[in-house]
Structure formats: structure tokens, C-alpha cells
């Protein structure tokens, strides 16, 4: 229901652009956001976006992130500039999706992309 691509090995001070599809019976998506986790620890936010294009980051990564969407693509976007070897994580997306008119919202994750910041 949703696929995640984009990542890879990026050197520091590097950028990327992760994107995010969703597919299936989709009649309405509401609020998209990332999220990554490194070995052994929980799953961190990153960064939210309404349908109507408002945006929440988490601290460690205001001014260096950008999240964006296409809502006629079913896309959420995630722009990583000041690539820093901290933010070497795999990156998932997530989505609450309406499949249908009258059905609830539905809370779907991406399989992630590995994101390596490294010389």
C-alpha cells in the first residue's frame, strides 16, 4: 500500500529525496509522515504533513528536512539536505488512508529505505 524509495550512500553534506507512494483502493489520505530507526532502537519522527500541506518536524531535523506532498500522486516527499552521518537510519513512511467513501481511516506503513551518510 506503500512504497518507499530514494535511499542510499551519501556522502556528509550530501542531499537526498525520498518519496513515498501509496497505492490500492485509496478514496482519501490524510496525514503522511516519516519516521527512521537505527539498530536496536525505537522508531523516531521525523516529520508530518496534512492534506492541506501543514508540516510538523521534530527538532533534530528543522532547517536541514523538508517534507512535501503531491496529493494527485498519492506522494509524500521527504527532502534531506546537511546530510549528517547521524541521520544514517532506515526511513519509513506512514499514512492514514481512507480505502473507501464512509470507511475509516486506516494507518498504513512503507517498508523503509535505507538512508547511509558516509565518506
Known amino acids: 500500500q506503500l512504497q518507499a524509495s530514494g535511499g542510499g550512500l551519501v556522502q556528509p553534506g550530501g542531499s537526498l529525496r525520498?518519496?513515498?507512494?501509496?497505492?490500492?483502493?485509496?478514496?482519501?489520505?490524510?496525514?503522511?509522515?516519516w519516521h527512521r530507526q537505527t539498530p536496536g532502537n525505537a522508531r523516531d519522527f521525523v516529520a508530518a504533513i496534512t492534506s492541506s500541506g501543514a508540516t510538523t518536524y521534530a527538532d533534530a531535523v528543522k532547517g536541514r528536512?523538508?517534507?512535501?506532498?503531491?496529493?494527485?500522486?498519492?506522494?509524500?516527499?521527504?527532502?534531506?539536505?546537511?546530510?549528517?552521518?547521524?541521520?544514517?537510519?532506515?526511513?519509513?513512511?506512514?499514512?492514514?488512508?481512507?480505502p473507501t467513501s464512509g470507511s475509516n481511516y486506516d494507518d498504513y506503513w512503507g517498508q523503509g529505505t535505507q538512508v547511509t551518510v558516509s565518506s
Open 18 to 33: 525520498l518519496s513515498c507512494e501509496a497505492s490500492g483502493s485509496i478514496f482519501s489520505i490524510g496525514v503522511m509522515d
Open 65 to 98: 528536512f523538508a517534507i512535501s506532498r503531491d496529493n494527485s500522486k498519492n506522494t509524500v516527499y521527504l527532502t534531506i539536505n546537511n546530510l549528517r552521518p547521524e541521520d544514517t537510519a532506515v526511513y519509513y513512511c506512514n499514512a492514514v488512508i481512507q
